[in-house]
């Protein structure tokens, strides 16, 4: 393609463009409302799995040693072993005088007269790397020499897995419909600019202007749209996401619930709302056109 031939259809997609001003914003205002929902569940989806993830954090396990084995310094060899587990990600020895302090400063003293350290058993407070393999490391970590029970929440770590899988799934299949419904609107929104022009498209058609040179003002016209939908809504998603971190984090809610810093993910999702928004554009461009190049 020459370089008069390429500036041509370059100027003829941004006259389109300008041409037909209200289909164009309508265009970029659908690109952006679409991709603003999409990000939104992504962000949402987001921050629920840090929610999990922080939960699954406190959801510990806790490994009893053998009451037979009093030795502080026997009890803390065990700690290779336990390591050894596949599961286990950390592993914190807590010693006898130690969990009779805990014990201690969460109840009333007068319970602990006439009691001392030997009653309770030297333990390991265990984090695991995933705790939809909880059942497994649990009964894995019962087969460890020196340790005689273990103390595992599987219940709720199953249901923190139920939830996250849940999530993605939703996630999932969320975009996936929004992006179609954005693509199949945005080809529905170019074919009413194409309609207007039909004539005009099966006049070069005959006079032998090929396929491509037809189509590529259409594909130009959807790719610029595309990309101004795509900033556009990344800039909205922005601005949303400060003003609802800030309300969240001022109400007694924040106090609970931390947010992922919207800097962390803004490259990302900033190249996902332009990628998005380019492959929607062209493709809604190009499928517009491909019926009035059937003459």
Known sequence: MSL?????????GFRSIKTHGFMSFASVTIITACLIIMGSIALLTLNIDKLIADLESQNEIVAFVDENIAD???????????????????????????????????YDDRLMEGIDSTVFRHRYVLHLTDISQM??????????????????????????VRVRNIVSVISLVLTAVLTFVSFFIMSNTIKLTTYGRREEIAIMKMVGATNAFIRTPFVIEGLVLGVLGGLLGFLLEWLLYTLLSS???????????????????????????????????VFGGNN????????
Do not use: C, H, W
Request: cysteine-free.
């Open 4 to 12: 008069n031939k390429g500036t041509y259809l370059i100027r003829e």
């Open 72 to 106: 502080e310094e026997a009890a803390r060899a065990i700690e290779s072993s336990i390591l050894a587990v596949g599961n286990v990600e950390s592993a914190e020895f807590v010693s006898r005088e130690s969990a009779m302090n805990n014990f201690m400063s969460k």
């Open 135 to 160: 059942a497994e490391t649990k009964r894995e970590l019962e087969q460890v020499p020196g340790i005689i029970k273990v103390n595992a929440q599987i219940e709720y770590a199953d249901r923190f």
């Open 247 to 281: 309300s969240l984090m001022d109400s007694l809610t924040g106090s609970f619930v931390t947010l992922v810093p919207f800097k962390t993910v803004m490259l990302p999702l900033l190249i996902a709302y332009v990628g998005i928004g380019v492959l929607i554009g």
């Open 288 to 295: 517009a056109i491909r019926n009035y190049l059937k003459v």
